[in-house]
């Protein structure tokens, strides 16, 4: 079993719909957790990073965290053609500097 | 401020034929990562520098595999010989520090290797 588990989609929906997208972890030492936007032959790009548990908003973005649940969430509102991309999850424990990822959601944008 | 560089962007190699990757990170940062991307998954750590000594390399298969980064400022990742399951986006990432909440690492748009 992995130790982040993300489903690969694709995911495809129209303009302006909110996008939710989520993963499950099994290490419960984690306690940074990022999400990443991967466009085609592009690196990933940080969107959000949290530490914890909670919510945090950034414009059209929020990232929510639930330890107790080992599940953290991406939503997107207003969905843009722009937001097409690959969606990484992402974490660490608070010590050590290794991420490990998921293997990343494809989010398509249907104008 | 320019962000990681990574140089070639793609390579065409055969199998058994030696390849190199050069990656020049954020000024200031002190931290280099060196990740492999197999299509469709996320990224994994090879090696990790701090400043110009490697502290945790557990994942580079040393058999074939080999990094450096001297002065502790650019990195170059070499694989020789290359086999066919070498085919990678091989990418490379930069903080300022490791470990604590200011670890955040920026990455480069990383080196397309395919192996034929």
């Known amino acids: 079993q992995k130790e982040v588990e993300q489903d690969p989609g694709p995911l495809s929906v129209p303009e302006g719909a909110i996008v939710s997208l989520n993963c499950t972890y099994s290490?419960?030492?984690?306690?940074?957790f990022m999400w990443y936007r991967q466009y085609s032959r592009k690196g990933p790009e940080l969107l959000m990073y949290?530490?914890?548990?909670g919510n945090k908003e950034d414009g059209r973005f929020t990232a929510q965290v639930d330890k107790s649940s080992k599940y953290i969430s991406l939503f997107i509102r207003d969905s843009q053609p722009s937001d097409s991309a690959t969606y990484l999850c992402?974490?660490?424990?608070?010590?050590?500097?290794?991420?490990?990822f998921g293997s990343g959601t494809r989010l398509s944008i249907r104008p | 401020e320019a962000g990681v560089v990574q140089s070639p962007r793609y390579k065409i190699i055969e199998k058994k034929q030696p390849v190199a990757f050069w990656c020049n990170p954020i000024?200031?940062?002190?931290?280099l990562y060196w990740y492999r991307q197999n299509l469709g998954q996320g990224p994994e750590l090879l090696i990790r520098?701090?400043?110009?000594?490697?502290?945790?390399d557990s994942q580079l298969p040393k058999d074939r595999f080999s990094a450096e980064r001297l002065k502790g400022v650019d990195s170059t990742l070499k694989i020789q010989p290359a086999e066919l399951g070498d085919s990678a986006v091989y990418l490379c990432?930069?903080?300022?520090?490791?470990?604590?909440?200011?670890?955040?690492?920026?990455f480069g748009p990383g080196t397309r290797l395919t192996v034929l």
């Open positions: 992402a974490m660490r424990n608070s010590s050590a500097s290794k991420i490990i």
């Open positions: 000024s200031g940062h002190n931290t």
């Open positions: 520098y701090e400043n110009e000594e490697a502290v945790d």
């Open positions: 990432a930069s903080s300022l520090e490791a470990g604590g909440p200011s670890d955040t690492q920026y």
């Open positions: 290490n419960s030492a984690f306690q940074y």
């Open positions: 949290t530490y914890s548990s």
